[in-house]
């Protein structure tokens, strides 16, 4: 199985792109690419629809019941906010029938009133919406402007067509503002993917065909590229807002730094002093709130990556070497530093070799890097190097070509030697060929739900490599916490300083921005070195969150290219499920709801709707049973419905034979349809209509008297 090896070349003139093709150049030992064709995007497995799982869910950071959350759909929150809408103008509707109910029973009595007031009874009884009320109040005050009397009813009017605009209007934002109301004000989302799952391929067999090889360089050269264009554009920046940022749970893992950590290597192996190596420490980050990994307190892990790095006195490991390099009869004697820091491949102890004819070719810096992957035979560190409870890098840095328009005392781009034209500097020239620096990574495991020996700490691993880790048993993890560390150490595989320059050579270097031409443009300060292990440790970072993701979607393009995916099983009922935890950011296409917020809303308007339907008519059966007051005030209610208003009309026009009278509707007693006939206006003064009698009828005559027995329609 491949893990991450990688001596890029010796330092020889050659056309670099993207992509990844090997070729053999020299030594068995050295793998060199033509890196041509197009590189791989970071979300080039992006997210379709099936990913995105749409339902019921809870985000943990809040509990079972703010956190109660609904994900759907674009399409389906268009539906469900339209619904909403009704139904919230369904109890606007409802609350103006509570409120003018509660109204008309107040103010009802037996007194003697003004028109006025008989007219506003009118109005609560038989209005429809609060608009339509508000509407007839307005026509109501025109209609009697002239009357002295309207003054005295102004008060009464206004309140009730205030209350009555106020609900009006109260309710219409509230429509409108529902969505935001039933937003959870949660932006994550969960993913669900059927091929969740780390992607592996197998270059472990000597027989493994060339392609699949490939096929994995080019893997692990393209999630370095999509990790370090990330970290580029989201680290250590306060512009956060672009949509590249918002993918991940969090848009960047902070860390803090130590300018005078110990050496990590043997003393007197570091350049400056022993304690004067530079470490970066992301601190203790949590699955959920971090990784982004939804669970319960219980069932969450924090983890640590900690990365020390320093310059090396690359001196006592040096020595200059004649390697005849060319074909037979064009043989060239060429002059190389070989630095003697351990092994390749159990082979000799030449670890870098630098062509010091490539200071000549036009060719610009270069950077090569080595790892022991925490025990690999791939290096064997030299014994100053070794360490047991860390994984070791090395990174070697060359100037070449390049030139620098000023000088600087950084200790890896140092360049202060003068060059000068016609007596006058131009440029400056590099102090030192190469430089090399080396970095140990170290990781930790802590189970938060398990107290520590120390009051107020959870219990955590030592400091130490991922293989440690993975086989660490003294923590108390749950099957929950277990399976979530799963695809943790599956990311942290990819998340160590030497995979994210891997491959990249020199466009792994923040300074290679600023050169143009083999001219380093931009004054570089005297802590680059530092900057430049910054930007590797926001990479490692990056593609940390990135493999955490990918996990979670299932990698594409793995089976196809002779790589293979595992998965939890069907049966592993833990596992699928943390598979089903990895929350992202701002999924395009989908919106959250709270849960507690759409049940507010469902139940306020149904009660609002049920006694809007239901109050009358139980207030109406208790006040049956009550004295006479409570009695009359029932039958001021009914008695001011229009088909009771229209039923006393006609019988002021002698049409007197109802029944239901005290009812929401009145009837006529008899069933034989000429009995069931009424009079219409009368026009003959327009200003004046009122009801007559149909084809002159006399008063207690029927229809079929007064019309001879003819026909009536």
């Known amino acids: 199985m491949q893990g991450a090896l990688f001596l890029l070349g010796r330092n020889i003139p050659r056309r670099i792109g993207?992509?990844?093709?090997?070729?053999?150049?020299?030594?068995?030992?050295?793998?060199?690419?033509?890196?041509?064709?197009?590189?791989?995007?970071?979300?080039?497995?992006?997210?379709?629809?099936?990913?995105?799982?749409?339902?019921?869910?809870?985000?943990?950071?809040?509990?079972?019941?703010?956190?109660?959350?609904?994900?759907?759909?674009?399409?389906?929150?268009?539906?469900?906010?339209?619904?909403?809408?009704?139904?919230?103008?369904?109890?606007?509707?409802?609350?103006?029938?509570?409120?003018?109910?509660?109204?008309?029973?107040?103010?009802?009595?037996?007194?003697?009133?003004?028109?006025?007031?008989?007219?506003?009874?009118?109005?609560?009884?038989?209005?429809?919406?609060a608009t339509n009320s508000a509407w007839k109040f307005l026509i109501q005050t025109w209609a009697w402007r002239e009357n002295k009397r309207i003054r005295n009813w102004r008060p009464c009017i206004f309140g009730l067509l205030s209350a009555a605009v106020f609900i009006s209007i109260g309710f219409s934002v509230a429509s409108i503002l529902c969505s935001r109301f039933l937003g959870?004000?949660?932006?994550?989302?969960?993913?669900?993917?059927?091929?969740?799952?780390?992607?592996?391929?197998?270059?472990?067999?000597?027989?493994?065909?060339?392609?699949?090889?490939?096929?994995?360089?080019?893997?692990?050269?393209?999630?370095?590229?999509?990790?370090?264009?990330?970290?580029?554009?989201?680290?250590?920046?306060?512009?956060?807002?672009?949509?590249?940022?918002?993918?991940?749970?969090?848009?960047?893992?902070?860390?803090?730094?130590?300018?005078?950590?110990?050496?990590?290597?043997?003393?007197?192996?570091?350049?400056?002093?022993?304690?004067?190596?530079?470490?970066?420490?992301?601190?203790?980050?949590?699955?959920?709130?971090?990784?982004?990994?939804?669970?319960?307190?219980?069932?969450?892990?924090?983890?640590?990556?900690?990365?020390?790095?320093?310059?090396?006195?690359?001196?006592?490991?040096?020595k200059d070497a004649n390697v005849t390099l060319g074909s037979p009869g064009e043989e060239m004697i060429t002059p190389f530093i070989l630095f003697e820091m351990g092994p390749l491949l159990n082979q000799t102890a030449t670890t870098f070799e630098y062509n010091l004819l490539s200071r000549y070719c036009q060719i610009g810096p270069d950077l090569q890097t080595v790892t022991d992957m925490g025990g690999s035979v791939i290096w064997s560190p030299i014994s100053d190097l070794q360490r047991s409870d860390g994984q070791v890098s090395?990174?070697?840095?060359?100037?070449?070509?390049?030139?620098?328009?000023?000088?600087?005392?950084?200790?890896?781009?140092?360049?202060?030697?003068?060059?000068?034209?016609?007596?006058?500097?131009?440029?400056?020239?590099?102090?030192?060929?190469?430089?090399?620096?080396?970095?140990?990574?170290?990781?930790?495991?802590?189970?938060?739900?398990?107290?520590?020996?120390?009051?107020?700490?959870?219990?955590?691993?030592?400091?130490?490599?991922?293989?440690?880790?993975?086989?660490f048993t003294g923590l108390g993890l749950n099957s929950y916490q277990l399976e979530t560390a799963r695809p943790v150490f599956t990311a942290m595989l990819q998340s160590d300083?030497?995979?994210?320059?891997?491959?990249?050579?020199?466009?792994?270097?923040?300074?290679?921005?600023?050169?143009?031409?083999l001219l380093q443009l931009a004054p570089l300060p005297d802590n680059q070195w530092q900057i430049e292990l910054a930007g590797w440790f926001g990479a490692s970072l990056a593609r940390f969150q990135q493999s955490l993701l990918e996990y979670a979607l299932g990698p594409v393009g793995i089976v196809e290219n002779g790589g293979s995916v595992i998965s939890p099983t069907s049966n592993d009922t833990v596992g699928r499920a943390i598979c089903n935890r990895q929350m992202i950011r701002n999924a395009s296409g989908y919106q959250n709801f709270s849960t507690l917020a759409l049940v507010i809303v469902l139940l306020v308007s149904s009660v609002l709707i049920s006694l809007d339907l239901t109050l009358d008519v139980g207030i109406g059966f208790v006040q049956k049973k009550m004295g006479k007051e409570a009695k009359y005030r029932r039958l001021c209610w009914v008695e001011d419905g229009y088909l009771q208003v229209q039923r006393m009309a006609y019988e002021g026009a002698g049409y007197d034979d109802w029944e239901e009278c005290a009812e929401n509707v009145p009837v006529?007693?008899?069933n034989n349809r000429g009995s069931q006939v009424l009079g219409g206006l009368d026009d003959e003064d327009p200003n004046h209509p009122k009801l007559i009698r149909e084809m002159g009828m006399q008063h207690g005559q029927t229809v079929q008297e007064a019309a001879g027995n003819k026909e009536v329609r």
């Open 18 to 129: 993207w992509g990844l093709n090997p070729i053999s150049v020299g030594s068995s030992r050295y793998i060199v690419f033509n890196l041509s064709g197009r590189r791989p995007s970071l979300h080039d497995n992006a997210m379709n629809s099936s990913h995105i799982y749409t339902g019921p869910w809870v985000y943990q950071s809040r509990g079972k019941i703010l956190g109660a959350t609904i994900t759907l759909s674009t399409i389906q929150a268009g539906f469900l906010l339209s619904g909403i809408t009704f139904l919230v103008g369904l109890a606007g509707n409802a609350a103006w029938g509570i409120l003018k109910y509660i109204f008309h029973q107040l103010s009802s009595s037996r007194d003697p009133r003004h028109a006025i007031f008989r007219q506003l009874q009118a109005i609560l009884k038989n209005s429809g919406t």
């Open 184 to 318: 959870s004000g949660i932006d994550y989302f969960l993913i669900h993917s059927a091929g969740c799952g780390a992607w592996l391929f197998d270059t472990s067999n000597a027989e493994t065909p060339r392609n699949v090889s490939t096929q994995w360089q080019s893997k692990m050269l393209s999630d370095a590229s999509n990790a370090a264009t990330y970290a580029r554009t989201c680290y250590n920046t306060t512009n956060l807002g672009g949509s590249q940022c918002q993918a991940f749970p969090v848009s960047q893992i902070e860390w803090s730094i130590n300018l005078n950590a110990s050496c990590p290597f043997k003393n007197g192996t570091c350049a400056f002093s022993d304690t004067a190596a530079y470490q970066m420490d992301t601190g203790y980050l949590d699955s959920h709130d971090v990784l982004g990994i939804n669970a319960i307190p219980g069932e969450r892990i924090a983890v640590r990556k900690v990365a020390t790095c320093a310059p090396i006195r690359a001196k006592p490991y040096m």
């Open 394 to 471: 090395l990174f070697l840095f060359s100037q070449n070509s390049v030139k620098y328009a000023h000088p600087n005392d950084d200790y890896i781009f140092q360049a202060n030697k003068p060059i000068l034209q016609d007596g006058e500097v131009v440029f400056y020239d590099y102090n030192y060929f190469v430089a090399i620096f080396g970095c140990v990574d170290q990781y930790q495991l802590c189970n938060p739900a398990k107290p520590g020996p120390v009051k107020g700490e959870m219990a955590c691993s030592p400091l130490s490599t991922r293989a440690t880790l993975a086989n």
């Open 497 to 517: 300083m030497h995979n994210a320059v891997w491959g990249r050579r020199g466009s792994a270097l923040t300074s290679q921005s600023t050169v143009r031409d």
């Open 668 to 670: 006529l007693k008899e």
